[in-house]
């Protein structure tokens, strides 16, 4: 099985923030949104199997193109009533997962920004490898740029 923890530790090419909020997905959203700049929009509902019965998670994405290298950032609800998507490093009290890909800001810089947020209560880097959700957050980023691609190919 080491092949395959190499695997998703080269596809680990982005960091993760957990956040603790009151406030329901798309509220939060709202509130990123203004403060950061972005524009997150809903992106797709993760159907995750558990033991039991699967869980769903929305997702908020949004793709900064501005700069010379684009970064992409998603809002992942963590915490569902049916279940949990990151379950390690404390992350399965946290309410959200922030998925921010390599070409911005670095996540202790996004990190700051984040606790200054009111709608945030609480918010901690997570290592993605460790968090319990790895195999989910790198097929949602295979998800996205697969619909990128998809995307480019229809404006042609």
Known sequence: MQWLEADF???C?????GI?????????TWELNGLLGWQLQFFKVLNVPQRK??????????????HSSSCSVALIENRTP???LAR?????QLDYLLQIGEGGLSGDEWLSQLKSCTAV?????LDPLHSGAMEHLALLDLAETSSLHLEGNEKK
């Open 121 to 125: 209560v609480y918010a901690q880097m």
């Open 53 to 66: 019965e699967s869980t769903n998670h929305v997702v908020y994405r949004y793709v900064d193109e501005s």
């Open 88 to 92: 390690f490093q404390g992350a399965a």
């Open 20 to 28: 603790g909020s009151h406030l329901p997905p798309h509220r939060l």
């Open 82 to 84: 049916s279940g949990v």
């Open 13 to 17: 090419d982005f960091e993760l923030i």
């Open 9 to 11: 530790a080269d596809a």
